[in-house]
């Protein structure tokens, strides 16, 4: 019985460790779209290739210590817009979710049209109130 309550903590504890694993890796291996310094912390934005695409996106927020691992900023709120000389300014449709790792949030964006879009990202938590912005180009 002992053996088999120990191979059922090693085989839980190795899972964990390799889900872990995984994730880091995943954030690791995407690049960066834009960074932003706020205080002594880092908010990063990351996906798969680096930039923004009209239509559908799916990217990382990440907020990164002065050493560059992530921390916890508790809640997040993003918005996004788009302004236009003569109009009123464009919103993009975005959703911020946390992904479940330490400073990470993962973003759903539509965005109608290409151009210079403007984010604006705050959090309220452990590190207490912040806010910072992005002027990024939507290809």
């Known amino acids: 019985m002992k053996t088999l309550a120990g ?15 995984r994730s880091a890796d995943e954030t690791q291996n995407m690049q960066p779209i834009e960074t932003r310094k706020a205080g002594d912390l880092s ?5 798969d290739a680096g930039e923004l695409k009209q239509g559908q996106n799916s990217f990382l927020v990440q907020f990164r210590d002065p050493q560059g691992q992530p921390v916890d900023v508790g809640e997040v709120q993003l918005g996004s817009s788009m302004f236009m000389p003569g109009m009123a300014p464009m919103s993009g449709d975005s959703e911020i979710t946390p992904t479940g790792r330490t400073g990470t949030y993962h973003v759903k964006s539509s965005f109608a049209m290409s151009g210079a879009w403007r984010f604006t990202i705050s959090w309220n938590g452990p590190r207490g109130r912040g806010n910072t912005s992005f002027h990024t180009n939507v290809r």
């Open 43 to 47: 908010v990063v934005l990351l996906n």
């Open 7 to 21: 191979s059922h903590i090693l085989l839980a504890a190795t899972l964990v460790l390799a889900g872990c694993g």
